[in-house]
């Protein structure tokens, strides 16, 4: 059997304010989305662009962390997992899924931020005494079959 390798790195700007919630048990989960860009030329030399949209997940002190300092059209750069969730519509009774992506490490990107240094890039590990990318936890309170049960 062949070896599995599941890893995205993503750089791009947030497209809303974080979504911080917590689980039953009090984990901490934020939801946010991210638009990456692509420009590139044409054959006959026309300067393109496209724009994709993701939507990201992260848990425990990644999620608070986040939603502490990030903001909409914040610049981010993360590294995470992808994960597919499926569930049945409720109304349709339909199997649904969406592709997300799950955060396991991230550095602020750009300038000065509200209640922070400016400065160039810089790790958040370097200025938070939790590590940024310290594992989240198994998802325990997160059921697979049906996202609707988280809190948002």
């Known amino acids: 059997m062949a070896a599995s390798y599941n890893k995205v790195i993503l750089m791009g700007n947030l ?3 974080p979504e911080l919630r917590y689980t039953p048990k009090g984990t901490a989960v934020a939801k946010i989305g991210l638009a990456v860009n692509r420009q590139w030329k044409s054959e006959s ?4 662009e496209e724009v994709t949209f993701v939507d990201i997940e992260a848990w425990g002190r990644q999620a608070e962390v986040i939603a502490q300092y990030m903001k909409k059209g914040s610049p981010l750069f993360m590294d995470g997992r992808l994960k597919l969730d499926t569930w049945e ?3 349709t009774k339909q199997k649904v899924s969406k ?3 799950v955060l396991e490490n991230f550095s602020f ?3 000065n931020r509200e209640g922070g240094s ?3 890039s810089r790790p958040m590990a370097s200025s938070s005494p939790a590590p940024v990318s310290a594992p989240e ?3 325990p309170d997160m059921p697979a079959s049906e996202p609707d049960d988280v809190p948002f």
Do not use: A
């Open 15 to 17: 497209t809303r304010d």
């Open 45 to 48: 030399g026309e300067q393109k």
């Open 89 to 91: 519509d409720k109304n």
């Open 99 to 101: 592709l997300r992506v």
């Open 109 to 111: 990107v750009g300038g």
């Open 118 to 120: 400016g400065g160039g």
């Open 137 to 139: 936890p198994s998802e």
